[in-house]
């Protein structure tokens, strides 16, 4: 069976720096990267925010470069998926899609979150021409326009007062009669004169040529004075969670009632020793690529000292 002192599970921020330390310390590190090469920053256009990039850069290409640098400094970046994970004993092993398996000393998981979607044909359709999940990446190109941000938690809630910074007018599309956030959450987009909430709403789809200007919306669909109208948009913003992505490790590592990998606290240590959690799989706060990056960073240097203690 083959062995590796280091094997990555992710190829976003947060595997690709995990790759990029771990090679440079001569661990020789495995990276396999799962379904979504280069994670979930590549369903975006243009990253504005990652430092080092004065006039922005495109998300594939960004990490396209990024898995260059792994790969300049002796990273085994290979295609495939984990399927099972044996981390009771180490070395541990490591199963994938096409039934090989490999041992390893250290393993970290960087296999990130996913933003749950309404689940409409158009959102696809739009994907990255108006529809967005993280009003942090992408509400800079929606300056001084009318969105909208659907959902009624704390998610809808944080990205509709961040995008009220910016836009013109932002609209919460609620399906409930009632916001399901915190108190302060809903006092603060209640009290703030740029966001409408738009109770017992729906979508039903978009519309537009060549990106979102509007969406098909439904009000009290079902009831008998149901109401179907268009509302006119230039952003559609997914505000009703993430999904980390975890599922393959639950009766293995310590999670939360989401479902994140709990690791101790300013640390990527798990509860089991020699596994390290970075990026949005371990992050329900921040989501950001820079914070993944960093926390593969962090996730690296752990590995390297757990070898060599």
């Given at each position: 069976?083959?062995?590796?002192k280091?094997?990555?599970?992710?190829?976003?921020?947060?595997?690709y720096?995990?790759?990029?330390?771990a090679?440079?310390a001569?661990?020789?590190?495995?990276?396999?990267?799962?379904?979504?090469p280069?994670?979930?920053?590549?369903?975006?256009?243009?990253?504005?925010n990652?430092?080092?990039?004065?006039?922005?850069?495109?998300?594939?290409?960004?990490?396209?470069?990024?898995?260059?640098?792994?790969?300049r400094?002796?990273?085994?970046?290979?295609?495939?998926?984990v399927?099972?994970?044996?981390?009771?004993?180490?070395?541990?092993?490591?199963?994938?899609?096409?039934?090989?398996?490999?041992?390893?000393?250290?393993?970290?998981?960087?296999?990130?979150?996913?933003?749950?979607?309404?689940?409409?044909?158009?959102?696809?359709?739009?994907?990255?021409?108006?529809?967005?999940?993280?009003?942090?990446?992408?509400g800079?190109f929606?300056?001084?326009?009318?969105?909208?941000v659907?959902?009624?938690?704390?998610?809808?809630?944080?990205?509709?007062?961040?995008l009220?910074?910016?836009?013109?007018?932002?609209?919460?599309?609620?399906?409930?009669p009632y916001l399901?956030?915190?108190d302060?959450?809903?006092?603060?987009?209640?009290?703030?004169?740029?966001?409408?909430?738009?109770?017992?709403?729906?979508?039903?789809?978009?519309?537009?040529?060549?990106?979102?200007?509007?969406?098909?919306?439904?009000?009290?669909?079902?009831?008998p004075?149901?109401?179907?109208?268009?509302?006119?948009?230039?952003?559609?913003?997914?505000g009703?969670?993430?999904?980390?992505?975890?599922?393959?490790?639950?009766?293995?590592?310590?999670?939360?009632?989401?479902?994140?990998?709990?690791?101790?606290?300013?640390?990527?240590?798990?509860?089991?020793?020699?596994v390290?959690?970075?990026?949005?799989?371990?992050?329900?706060?921040y989501?950001q690529?820079?914070v993944?990056?960093?926390?593969?960073?962090?996730?690296a240097?752990?590995?390297?000292?757990?070898?060599n203690?």
């Amino acid at each position: 069976m083959e062995h590796t002192k280091c094997l990555i599970i992710g190829s976003g921020p947060a595997g690709y720096t995990a790759a990029i330390y771990a090679s440079r310390a001569n661990m020789k590190p495995v990276l396999y990267a799962g379904l979504q090469p280069g994670g979930q920053l590549t369903q975006t256009t243009e990253v504005e925010n990652f430092p080092g990039y004065p006039d922005g850069i495109d998300a594939n290409q960004m990490m396209m470069d990024l898995r260059k640098q792994a790969e300049r400094f002796g990273a085994d970046v290979r295609e495939g998926v984990v399927t099972k994970a044996e981390l009771q004993q180490r070395p541990f092993v490591i199963t994938l899609d096409n039934g090989q398996q490999i041992e390893a000393e250290t393993l970290i998981i960087a296999t990130g979150a996913s933003a749950k979607y309404l689940g409409i044909p158009d959102e696809e359709k739009y994907r990255g021409l108006g529809v967005s999940a993280c009003a942090t990446c992408d509400g800079f190109f929606y300056r001084k326009k009318v969105v909208a941000v659907v959902g009624g938690g704390d998610t809808a809630c944080e990205e509709a007062s961040y995008l009220s910074q910016l836009c013109s007018k932002v609209y919460m599309i609620v399906r409930k009669p009632y916001l399901r956030a915190s108190d302060i959450m809903k006092r603060r987009v209640e009290e703030n004169e740029k966001i409408e909430i738009l109770y017992e709403t729906n979508t039903l789809g978009l519309y537009g040529e060549g990106g979102v200007e509007g969406a098909h919306l439904v009000w009290r669909k079902g009831e008998p004075d149901e109401k179907r109208y268009d509302l006119p948009i230039s952003g559609f913003f997914l505000g009703i969670g993430h999904k980390p992505n975890t599922d393959l490790f639950r009766s293995q590592l310590t999670l939360d009632d989401a479902g994140y990998i709990k690791t101790v606290p300013g640390t990527p240590r798990t509860n089991i020793e020699g596994v390290f959690a970075a990026g949005d799989c371990a992050d329900p706060v921040y989501r950001q690529a820079v914070v993944a990056a960093g926390s593969g960073c962090m996730a690296a240097l752990e590995a390297e000292r757990f070898v060599n203690k």
